[in-house]
């Protein structure tokens, strides 16, 4: 009976450009904003790392939800700084549980990267973890979980199998702790596609 009655909220649909690269979405904490990632697109400047990555870069959107109404409202998109050129590329989002920040794993880099949003949804690039100890950042950090008491963030790392973890004692300053390396076999690739581990 539920599912009977649900209906499609009048203007939820928001249409990207073609060339888009939809990946993922997630609600903020407070459910006023949707944030996507828009995973690769094409982008004829960026000269790609290595042969397995396009030319192609990533932006994040962030979109408004109408509390009355239900409807979303898209802002600007934003990509990373053009310093991480030639790897752009972010994927895995995750929000703070109590504080209004958004980080996203830089794919091409192995790093966890750091987002603010205001009272309006607008994002801003606040920078990248830390690393005192010199662990290293771990090659295709995807996906990012965090603890509900937000002290510490995890994220996969697909190409070495691995998972780091992060101090979140200043939450726009994670602080790289541990990689700790996964055991067993790891699935191949595709045929055709590298496999560099």
């Known amino acids: 009976?539920?599912?009977?009655?649900?209906?499609?909220?009048?203007?939820?649909?928001?249409?990207?450009?073609?060339?888009?690269?939809?990946?993922?979405?997630?609600?903020?904490?407070n459910g006023?904003?949707?944030f996507g990632n828009d995973f690769l697109v094409s982008d004829g400047a960026v000269i790609p790392p290595a042969p397995i990555f396009p030319a192609a870069r990533s932006f994040l959107d962030s979109l408004a939800i109408n509390r009355h109404?239900?409807?979303?409202?898209?802002?600007?998109?934003?990509?990373?700084?053009n310093l991480f050129d030639p790897a752009p590329l972010m994927l895995g989002l995750q929000t703070h549980p109590s504080k209004r920040?958004?980080?996203?794993?830089?794919?091409?880099?192995?790093?966890?990267?750091?987002?603010?949003?205001?009272?309006?949804?607008?994002?801003?690039?606040?920078?990248?973890?830390?690393?005192?100890?010199?662990?290293?950042?771990?090659?295709?950090?995807?996906?990012?979980?965090?603890?509900?008491?937000?002290?510490?963030a995890y994220t996969s790392n697909?190409?070495?199998?691995?998972?780091?973890?992060?101090?979140?004692e200043n939450p726009l300053a994670p602080t790289r702790t541990q990689n700790f390396a996964l055991g067993g076999p790891k699935a191949p690739l595709p045929p055709g596609i590298p496999e560099p581990y």
Request: charged share 15%; aromatic share 10%; glycine share 12%.
């Open 1 to 29: 009976e539920y599912l009977r009655r649900r209906r499609a909220v009048g203007g939820s649909t928001i249409m990207l450009p073609d060339g888009s690269s939809p990946s993922q979405i997630l609600p903020s904490r």
């Open 32 to 34: 006023r904003f949707l």
């Open 69 to 81: 109404t239900g409807a979303l409202a898209i802002g600007t998109p934003e990509a990373l700084p």
């Open 101 to 152: 920040i958004l980080y996203a794993g830089l794919v091409g880099f192995g790093q966890l990267s750091v987002w603010q949003y205001d009272h309006l949804g607008n994002l801003s690039f606040v920078g990248t973890e830390q690393d005192p100890n010199n662990l290293g950042g771990q090659g295709g950090l995807c996906w990012i979980a965090i603890d509900p008491k937000a002290r510490y």
């Open 158 to 168: 697909v190409v070495v199998n691995t998972i780091s973890v992060f101090s979140l």
